[in-house]
Nanobody, 122 residues
Framework: QVQLVESGGGLVQPGGSLRLSCAAS????????MAWYRQAPGKERELVAS???????NTADSVKGRFTISRDNAKNTVDLEMNSLKPEDTAVYYC????????????????WGQGTQVTVSS
């Protein structure tokens, strides 16, 4: 089993910045993709940004140039630096990972964090 613990959400004024962090722990041999998703009220969950173990990133057009995803493979953590925040960035942000638990098995499993609220408002 894998646990994802998120931190860093909160209330910020438009134009402000926040940094989200997510730490994975448990039975982990390797982590493939780590990502951040978000879900606003009444909307579907959407990908914000993802990063592979090799450092390749994919960022949603809506946040490109404002948000930066990074990870520390040694610590099994992924961060999301969010700058120039807008009211439309308000959502619950979820950490997501694809984990290979054991060296002797190639199976990979998906895990989600509990979510952290980000509210952008004056």
């Amino acid at each position: 089993q894998v646990q994802l613990v998120e931190s860093g959400g909160g209330l910020v004024q438009p134009g402000g910045s926040l940094r989200l962090s997510c730490a994975a722990s448990g039975t982990i041999f390797s982590i493939n993709t780590m990502a951040w998703y978000r879900q606003a009220p009444g909307k579907e969950r959407e990908l914000v940004a993802s990063i592979t173990s090799g450092g390749n990133t994919n960022t949603a057009d809506s946040v490109k140039g404002r948000f930066t995803i990074s990870r520390d493979n040694a610590k099994n953590t992924v961060d999301l630096e969010m700058n120039s925040l807008k009211p439309e960035d308000t959502a619950v942000y979820y950490c997501y990972t694809i984990v290979r638990p054991h060296r002797w098995q190639s199976n990979e499993f998906q895990f989600w964090g509990q979510g952290t609220q980000v509210t952008v408002s004056s």
